[in-house]
């Protein structure tokens, strides 16, 4: 069976980390987070002081960071420049961060070179916001998880409830909202649906009915694609 390239793109909150990572697991792939990426380079930018409005920095930064993905023990570690840095790049801190470097042009594309290629030999699954317009146009397999800006900053909060994070949730959803417009008005790869992606609305269902229905949908792309 061919290894395909499985992209999930959606809006901030819709679960695109939770159904990557079970897709993944489920069909013995690899999972990729690309907002870990964005994330990454925001944290060095934070630690350094550097201007979230300086785009020449920002783009110098992105240029002579590392960034590795690794799996370990089930997991996927986060490492900027050698450092373990999962926990750290999760903050609310970081996260309006990343949201605000992601619309620097040239720095997306240093990131989507790096994102290229770590998946162009397929048996990926790979999440972010332009995976399946930008990143991986041709990918054999789209989907675009959404859910309601509600149900969406429930998540949020929960997440940062669970890590003893405090934050409100009226403030939650005015981020989502905020991250929303942000996302889909950037002129450098905007957050669209791809036109030949699979809409997929998780506010009524739970993480492994969304990750039953996209194997089921690779499982039928792959019987496709077999020769």
Do not use: C
Request: charged share 30%; no cysteine; aromatic share 4%.
């Amino acid at each position: 069976m061919p290894n395909l390239i499985i992209a999930i793109d959606g809006p901030v909150g819709s679960g695109k980390s939770t159904l990557a990572r079970r897709v993944a697991a489920l069909l013995g792939y690899t999972y990729i987070d690309t907002g870990a990426m964005y994330r990454s380079v925001a944290l060095k930018a934070l630690r350094r002081q550097i201007s979230l409005d300086d785009t020449t920095q920002l783009t110098s930064l992105a240029r002579e960071t590392r960034i590795d993905l690794r799996a370990e023990d089930g997991t996927q570690r986060v490492f900027l420049d050698g450092e373990d840095v999962t926990v750290a790049i999760r903050t609310p801190e970081v996260a309006q961060a990343a949201s605000k470097i992601a619309v620097v042009p040239a720095l997306r594309k240093v990131l989507v070179a790096e994102q290229r290629r770590a998946g162009e030999r397929g048996g990926v699954v790979m999440e972010g916001r332009d995976i399946g317009s930008v990143v991986f146009p041709d990918a054999q397999l789209k989907i675009f998880l959404t859910a309601s800006p509600e149900i969406r900053a429930e998540r949020r909060w929960r997440e940062h409830q669970q890590k003893g994070d405090a934050i409100d949730i009226a403030r939650t959803l005015e981020e989502v909202r905020e991250r929303d417009r942000r996302d889909r008005e950037r002129s450098a790869s905007p957050l669209v649906q791809a036109h030949d992606a699979v809409l997929v609305d998780s506010t009524a269902m739970e993480p492994d009915e969304v990750a039953r229905l996209v194997v089921l949908l690779a499982d039928e792309r792959r019987g496709r694609l077999a020769p």
